[in-house]
């Protein structure tokens, strides 16, 4: 087999048991105990309004991103194995399906990770399998606890088992996120059979690269940006690396900033409690905590969640009723879109629906105070207050208006927030590229429509200038 030396967590052809519905509402019931603990342990008030189903919706999330376990590959296939005679007395061709997206978790973060990947066999003695058991497949694998080359060798492995082909190929592109590196698409492969042919590996690489069919959007990075995801070349996919890295992003993304922060977070007897939280959901989703995979993954995401909402240990900053000078800016106002100051700042966030990260960047554009002198690290400040707790986007973008607002005497603040929530990728098929815009404004901003239309105008330009420079 062509695929590296990666260790099969799971057997597939083990039968697995299928709880009935009784089991999966205790599983459920314990969950959600354990996410209670969760939240209740960063500081939060789990009566709060936004929070109150939060529990339920996260341990729904959890039995949805294990249900791969409670299924097999022979299961999924079930009956859909055709035999094609036509096929078998040729010497057959190769059948490829490609860009199927996928979300699952990680091992070692125990967040999502999510992407697209592609699957070509060659049949043997004409037998095809229902093109859209292929996804089914996928899904099955990636709604497990995952590293990418596992679940790519999985996929190979699982395929193979139950097809027989003359051989396989699996190439999965995915946006990674990993402590101490920036957020990259990671591209792996795994083949076997007459897939280990040079020839054959060429073929499978121009025909993922053909571009007739309506194809998805690529993938974007966890930055925003979005990389060029055309499949490597035969060469790339044919050398040894097997890894191609791709930086998504030059900047730093707050996502990156706050896993490394998270790093260097100390144990407390809070992080104890929640790491013993955590350790129950892997359990209850039908994980072994001590596999070698998962050693240290319940602190590490301990860690990452308390890095991530370490904003209570900080007072939000409150207006300070410096409303009078509003009026003083009616006639000139258009004038001062260019004397605004621009600031754009990374953040990253917790998804308090949810109890995912989001995170993308802030624009803030504010009028000089007439009291204050601000800092952009003051500001930085602020925006990191903000997001370092349970949010809703909306409420954020909000909260950081009036913190500026007060920073700066009350003269005017306009804030446009960009964001993408991983919420919205780890369920499921949906568009892994969509983002969330939310704006908020304040004193000369709340009244002059024309003056906050320049000043928006004015961002984008000074953060164009940004990503060319
Ligand atoms: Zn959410």
Known sequence: MGGSAVSSGTDLSADVYEPGTDDLLETQAKLQVAVQTLIAGIGEDLQRDGLRDTPKRVAKAWLDASSGYRKTAKSVVGGALFHEPEIANTSGGLVIVRDIDFASTSETSLLPFYGRCHLGYLPSHGVVLGLSKVARLVAMLAKRLQTQERFTQELLNAFEAEVLPQGCAVVVEANQLESGQKAHIRVSSARSGCFLQPEVMEEFDTLLRFSGAAKHEAVRGLAGVTPTLGVSSAEKLLDDTRLRYSASSAVTNGL?????????????????????????????IGEDPGREGLRGSAQRYVKFLLASTAGYKEPMLHQDGCMDTCSNYSRQSRRQASHAKGLHVHFMSHCEHHMLPFHGQVHIAYLPGYKHTVSSEEIKALVKTCSRRLQIQERLTQEIADGVDSL?????????????????????VEKHASSTITTAARGAYLQHTALRADTLQHLMQYQDEIKSG
């Open 408 to 428: 700066t005497g009350g003269t005017g603040a306009l804030i446009a927030c960009e964001a993408s929530h991983m919420c919205m990728v780890a369920r499921g």
């Open 256 to 284: 990156e900033e706050c896993m490394e922060e998270a790093e260097h977070e100390q144990g407390t007897e809070v992080s104890a409690a929640l790491e013993g939280a955590v350790l129950t959901i892997l359990r209850e």
